[in-house]
T-cell receptor
Framework: SQQGEEDPQALSIQEGENATMNCSYK?????LQWYRQNSGRGLVHLIL?????REKHSGRLRVTLDTSKKSSSLLITASRAADTASYFC???????????FGKGNQVVVIP | NAGVTQTPKFRVLKTGQSMTLLCAQD?????MYWYRQDPGMGLRLIHY???????AKGEVPDGYNVSRLKKQNFLLGLESAAPSQTSVYFC??????????FGPGTRLTVT
């Protein structure tokens, strides 16, 4: 079953603004990952945060994880038109060899 | 490195026909996965493999079979295609339970 659930599902922002999207999950996790998918392409891994981490940065990306609330957020700072894509969270649970993907967030950055 | 490649990129089948989708990776990854992506549904895991000669069912395995005879290849078969199998199919591989690397996808239409 789908575990990751992103919110909001569609976001339209101006170039230079920040974009924030959230993901909630239901069971205990080993790690949580965020992926980007450009239209018509495969998914690209962005960042992984482990269950014992609370915040992680990678370039203009900032991910937070709150295991008590079973939620994560992805912040993209100073957005660019090239950030226009769908963003998916995915969770890896202990004792499980697979990821559970959410339904994705569509982000449109207007130049 | 080519990463993860998928063959074919597009295919149209008639109901009842069979076909095999090929996934190949050159990263020496142990884990390989087949997903399908439908509008509004995110990615759903069909089958996966944790090593050469092993396969396991995912979330939506019915109507599909897989084989992993060589470590670098993961084949997805449709024995008798149905319109409900119209979808975009993605293959992915990973070294362990961390980030997955995705192929470009195969767009399949069953009429």
């Amino acid at each position: 079953s789908q575990q990751g659930e992103e919110d909001p599902q569609a976001l339209s922002i101006q170039e230079g603004e920040n974009a924030t999207m959230n993901c909630s999950y239901k069971t205990s996790i080993n790690n949580l990952q965020w992926y980007r998918q450009n239209s018509g392409r495969g998914l690209v891994h962005l960042i992984l945060i482990r269950s014992n981490e609370r915040e992680k940065h990678s370039g203009r990306l900032r991910v937070t994880l709150d295991t008590s609330k079973k939620s994560s957020s992805l912040l993209i700072t100073a957005s660019r038109a090239a950030d226009t894509a769908s963003y998916f969270c995915a969770t890896s649970s202990y004792g499980n060899n697979r990821l559970a993907f959410g339904k994705g967030n569509q982000v449109v950055v207007i130049p | 490195n080519a990463g993860v490649t998928q063959t074919p990129k597009f295919r149209v089948l008639k109901t009842g026909q069979s076909m095999t989708l090929l996934c190949a990776q050159d990263m020496n990854h142990e884990y390989m996965y087949w997903y399908r992506q439908d509008p509004g549904m995110g990615l759903r895991l069909i089958h996966y493999s944790v090593g050469e000669g092993t396969t396991a069912k995912g979330e939506v395995p019915d109507g599909y079979n897989v084989s992993r005879l060589k470590k670098q290849n993961f084949l997805l078969g449709l024995e008798s295609a149905a319109p409900s199998q119209t979808s975009v199919y993605f293959c992915a591989s990973s070294r362990d339970r961390s980030e997955q690397y995705f192929g470009p996808g195969t767009r399949l239409t069953v009429t």
